[in-house]
């Protein structure tokens, strides 16, 4: 990895413009509306991850390690 770019000649990633300060990373409270919308659409576009169909591992919640080791 290089030195990472100043940070005056970030650039507003929506529309291409010089950041304002105020809006960083973006150049206005707009573009950072459309980034931010663009990013729920984009989680919400992710698939849920398929469950392994086995069930061959629970998740280390079934065992009865944790018994007697609430009091002392
Ligand atoms: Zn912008």
């Known amino acids: ?20 300060q105020a809006y ?6 707009r573009c950072a509306d459309v980034d931010l919308s663009r ?3 984009g989680a919400y576009a992710i698939p849920d991850q398929v469950e392994s169909e086995d069930g061959d591992a ?7 390690s944790e018994t007697s080791d609430g009091r002392s």
């Open 24 to 29: 960083r990373p973006f150049c206005s409270r």
């Open 1 to 20: 990895m290089a030195s990472p770019p100043p940070l005056s000649s970030a650039k507003c990633p929506i529309c291409g413009r010089p950041t304002e």
């Open 58 to 64: 629970p998740a280390a919640d079934a065992s009865g």
């Open 39 to 41: 990013w729920l659409r």
